[in-house]
């Protein structure tokens, strides 16, 4: 696919890469808000090989890390549920919950099954009319739409055995909370292209003019990151702001607007607890009161189990791009991808993951 | 995972100087012959997908343990374990493909057994097979072997097979779907055995865990570090975007028709011209070269020029959520 090898392409790279070297005059740090971005830039070595001056630091776009302790517990709850299938991304299913996770729940005998679209839990739902179908609907405003229309689907078939438990999760609650932090040191963003795809960049506008800070909307591959370095960079050197759009190709202001209507039909915005960054004001999704039926955390009644995170643990910190994953004391021995202490270490996307898996061993490497 | 369940349950039982050496098969000597001797089961879920089915796995499966040893295969056992009610006509289509492919690998099954089970104590079908071959005397392939300096070799494209299976479960449809790579590898074995003799330190068929986890094997076994350069992996254009939506790394995607071999720097170019030849090796390549370092590290360079590492994963790798 074309498509994809042009934005692999290590000349195109390198010749944006030359630009940037040219037009960094100083010190900068740029927050990449995306788990997925960060594994990309880790994965292919960019911050190796940008200016040294240039510090990356991995903001809190990883669903799976984000998704509270307590939510892992009562995700845990409802799976041993006997009358219960439990349907899940596949890469929930390692996350650690206070005692265990969804892989042992599902060892011990509980119904858990890796899908690959909510979609498909409606069909398991419509097949299995005597079982009660679950769907552990986490992520950010990406995966909304079609969590949203399972449900809405479900609605209208009628079908009362399907709910979802919902962890959503949405970027501009979470971009404002990290820029009123008083301990915030990043200077530019680069938005999640996949999250701007489907909800336009005009919310960012705002929050870029209020903090005066460039907030770039950047895609995945290496040459769309290092694109969004570079406008960031310029915009930094320059003294502007404002928000950017270098992921053209899937990014319009407004955004994808059929998807937004479904997901607005079906949740409200309300405040949600962040794994290491505690409850952040409207920065999430919960079902509206008409399709309360198909909340889980309703219906199974696990809505009051809480949890308490690992002391060890530094997750919070790397979330919020405070500290980097081997800064932490645990990082590699009592941490690590078998033995994970917190949730950042078990997502490919997780930063902690992404260190380990890729560049544990490497020293950072002058430009050359 | 399983790693750990060989090092603490199963060769402390077991343990004797054969299974000790860990290869994919078993090199025995019986008065004087040379055999090479391999088990595998195969539990594959869907047990039909593109281009396969559970049956030619068994068969390729076992054929190529032999194979990557340097053995020529020559006969199969065969056991079926059968969930009650399981259709006959499926039953029948994969025996058609496992004889199919027997006459392809020129090996037979001499022996066999059958097992129905009571309905949920299988899911659907388990094969067994066992292999034994025979091992020509000159060849001996190790990762002992391997020195600094040395190329590593791939046959072709990574990652057919996995994104195949994963084509083939329920909900999950790729436009174009991915036919698996499954095919028996004892022919261009012995075409580079022959035709470079002496030449060949080690050969492995990148199954589950992927090219990875063979090359990690390999850096474990040899103490040695490997540098692969991510310029020069073959992947296919559906395969590589099929990963980019699950958010897999086609390097640790299975593979049931390809060959890796760590061969002397002199005979690189020849061994992969031989490979090229092959039906079986036409988009073969130079992947990698054995690093002058005594740590057992695979790495990827990667195009921007950087240096990443190449780990052994801790489990399947999991489609990610977005």
Redesign the interface.
């Known amino acids: ?1 074309k498509y ?2 042009e934005f ?3 000349v195109i ?2 010749k944006i ?1 030359d630009r940037l070297h040219r037009v960094t005059t100083r010190e900068w740090v740029i927050m990449e808000v995306c788990g ?1 971005q960060t594994h990309s830039i ?8 940008i200016p040294a001056g240039i510090r990356l630091v991995h903001g809190p776009g990883c ?2 890390c984000v998704t509270p302790l307590e939510m892992i517990d009562q995700a845990l709850a409802i799976a041993a549920r006997p009358e219960v299938i439990f349907c899940s ?6 996350v650690p919950g206070s005692r265990k996770d969804l892989f042992t729940v599902k060892s011990e005998g509980g119904d858990v099954r ?4 909510p ?2 839990a409606v ?1 398991i739902a419509r097949a299995n009319p005597e079982r009660e179908v679950v769907f552990f609907a ?3 405003e ?2 909304a739409p079609a969590n949203a229309m399972a449900v809405y689907q479900a609605k209208r078939e009628g079908l009362t055995n399907f709910s979802l438990l919902v962890s959503h999760v949405t970027v501009p609650g979470a971009l404002r909370a990290l820029l009123t932090s008083p301990s915030n040191q990043v200077q530019a963003y680069l938005s999640a292209g ?1 999250v701007n795809t489907v909800m336009g960049y005009h919310e960012y506008e705002p929050i870029a003019e209020e903090y005066q800070v460039p907030i770039v909307v950047t895609g995945f591959e ?1 040459v769309d990151i290092l694109e969004g370095i570079l406008e960031a960079v310029t915009m930094l050197e320059q003294g502007e702001y404002g928000v950017r759009n270098r992921y053209a190709r899937s990014v319009r202001r407004d955004g994808n607007t059929r998807s937004q209507e479904i997901i607005h039909r079906v949740f409200d915005l309300t405040d949600r607890k962040w794994r290491g960054m505690g409850t952040i004001p409207q920065s999430g999704y919960v079902l509206r009161p008409e399709y309360r039926a198909y909340d889980a955390s309703v219906k199974f009644a696990v809505g009051e189990i809480t949890a308490r995170e690992s002391d060890r643990c530094i997750s919070g910190l790397v979330l919020q791009g405070l500290k980097r994953p081997n800064q932490c004391p645990a990082f590699g021995t009592e941490c ?3 033995t994970p202490l917190g949730a950042t270490m078990v ?3 997780g930063a902690c993951a992404a260190y ?7 020293e950072r ?1 002058p430009y ?1 | ?1 399983s790693h750990d369940l060989l090092d603490k349950f199963f060769l402390p039982r077991f343990e004797n100087d054969i299974l000790g050496e860990l290869g994919d098969q078993a090199r025995l000597n019986i008065d004087g012959a040379r055999l090479a001797f391999s088990t595998d089961s195969f539990v594959v879920d869907p047990i039909f997908f593109p281009g396969g089915n559970i049956g030619d796995l068994a068969v390729n499966g076992t054929v190529n343990d032999l194979a990557v040893g340097g053995a020529v295969p020559l006969y199969l056992s065969a056991g079926f374990i059968i969930e009650e009610g399981f259709p006959m006509e499926d039953l029948h289509r994969i025996l058609l493909s496992m004889e199919q492919t027997m006459h392809r690998a020129g090996v037979m099954v001499v022996t066999g057994d059958t097992k129905v089970v009571n309905k949920g104590s299988a899911d659907k079908i388990f094969i067994n097979t066992t292999g034994i071959g025979r091992l020509p005397e000159e060849v001996d392939l190790s990762p002992a072997h391997i020195r600094p300096g040395d190329k590593v070799l791939l046959s072709g494209s990574i990652g057919d097979h996995g994104i195949a299976i994963l084509s083939g479960r ?3 449809a790729l436009e174009n779907p991915v036919q698996t790579d499954s095919a028996p590898l004892h022919g261009l074995v012995q075409t580079l055995l022959e035709g470079a003799p002496g030449q060949i330190r080690v050969m492995r068929d990148p199954t589950r865990g992927g090219v990875a986890t063979s090359l990690n094997e390999f850096a474990q076994a040899a103490n040695k570090a490997i540098r692969i350069d991510g ?1 020069t992996l073959p992947v296919q ?2 395969v ?2 099929a990963c ?1 939506i ?2 897999l ?1 086609p390097l640790y995607v299975a593979n049931e028709g390809k060959l890796l071999a760590i061969v002397a720097p002199e005979s690189a170019d020849a061994v992969l011209a031989l490979m090229r030849g092959h039906e079986y090796g036409k988009e073969a390549a130079i992947i990698g070269e054995v690093l002058d370092e005594e740590t057992a ?1 695979v790495s990827l360079r ?8 190449i ?1 052994m ?3 399947e ?6």
């Open positions: 696919m994809l090898s692999r392409d290590p790279a390198r890469l997925g880790i994965k292919h070595g960019i911050d190796q090989v669903p799976v991304f596949g890469d929930m299913l390692r890796i899908v690959y679209s979609l498909e069909k986490v992520g950010f990406t995966t996949h290496p690590s991808p078998e997502s490919s996307e380990y898996r890729y560049q544990r061993f490497t490497e050359a | 995972m329920e909900g999950f310029k254009p559906a590589e975007s980019e699950l958010g790394d590290r990667t195009g921007l020029g950087a240096e990443t590492i780990d994963l801790p489990g790798q999991l489609p990610r959520i977005c």
